[in-house]
T-cell receptor
Framework: GESVGLHLPTLSVQEGDNSIINCAYS??????FIWYKQESGKGPQFIID?????DKRQGQRVTVLLNKTVKHLSLQIAATQPGDSAVYFC???????????FGAGTQVVVTP | DGGITQSPKYLFRKEGQNVTLSCEQN?????MYWYRQDPGQGLRLIYY???????QKGDIAEGYSVSREKKESFPLTVTSAQKNPTAFYLC????????????FGPGTRLTVL
């Protein structure tokens, strides 16, 4: 079936380094992708999104890359900080109205 | 402040009891959603509503019920038919059209004793 998944369940990053979180998706009809950050015991927070007609989008310290050829999505965090420690989810939007399919998440741990 | 509120933050219930989780939003969003999250897993869609007085089942609706009598409110009832109700429950809302992002509430952690 269609699925969204992440390659690495846990990513350990040294403070100040760049982080790259990967996500594979299998629904070639998906036209919208979104990254969320979830801190322990809290609801997910929006980080950045991208439509399928784009291959790159930048925000503040974050960049999302979309490779439709291999159905791959990545989130890059520049100069990772302790406050970036969280679980990161990618999600894709189905072709129906407003439904998101979430991956399992990647735990990012920032070490000093 | 605009946003989504969920109450209570922690909820305990005895096995066999129904319990209702509250979700309110003042973002004037048309659509609202309920998700369930289990430890180490992603979010799974329980129910969603695109407009007042209308809602649809998500991927794991069995043992749950919802209502959407007001635009601002989308309460979720976890019934005794839900076999494994202990989880973290998240409510979200979104506006249709150009704004596709879903905004999430802080969540309710339900524990069945």
């Amino acid at each position: 079936g269609e699925s969204v998944g992440l390659h690495l369940p846990t990513l350990s990053v040294q403070e100040g380094d760049n982080s790259i979180i990967n996500c594979a998706y299998s629904n070639s009809a998906s036209d919208y992708f979104i990254w969320y950050k979830q801190e322990s015991g809290k609801g997910p927070q929006f980080i950045i999104d991208i439509r399928s007609n784009m291959d790159k989008r930048q925000g503040q310290r974050v960049t999302v890359l979309l490779n439709k050829t291999v159905k791959h999505l990545s989130l890059q965090i520049a100069a990772t900080q302790p406050g970036d420690s969280a679980v990161y989810f990618c999600a894709e939007r189905e072709n129906s109205w407003g439904k998101l399919q979430f991956g399992a998440g990647t735990q990012v741990v920032v070490t000093p | 402040d605009g946003g989504i509120t969920q109450s209570p933050k922690y909820l305990f219930r005895k096995e066999g009891q129904n319990v209702t989780l509250s979700c309110e939003q003042n973002l004037n969003h048309d659509a609202m959603y309920w998700y369930r999250q289990d430890p180490g897993q992603g979010l799974r869609l329980i129910y969603y509503s695109q407009i007042v007085n209308d809602f649809q089942k998500g991927d794991i609706a069995e043992g749950y019920s919802v209502s959407r009598e007001k635009k601002e409110s989308f309460p979720l009832t976890v019934t005794s038919a839900q076999k494994n109700p202990t989880a973290f429950y998240l409510c979200a809302s979104s506006n249709g059209g150009a704004l596709l992002e879903q905004f999430f509430g802080p969540g309710t952690r339900l524990t069945v004793l």
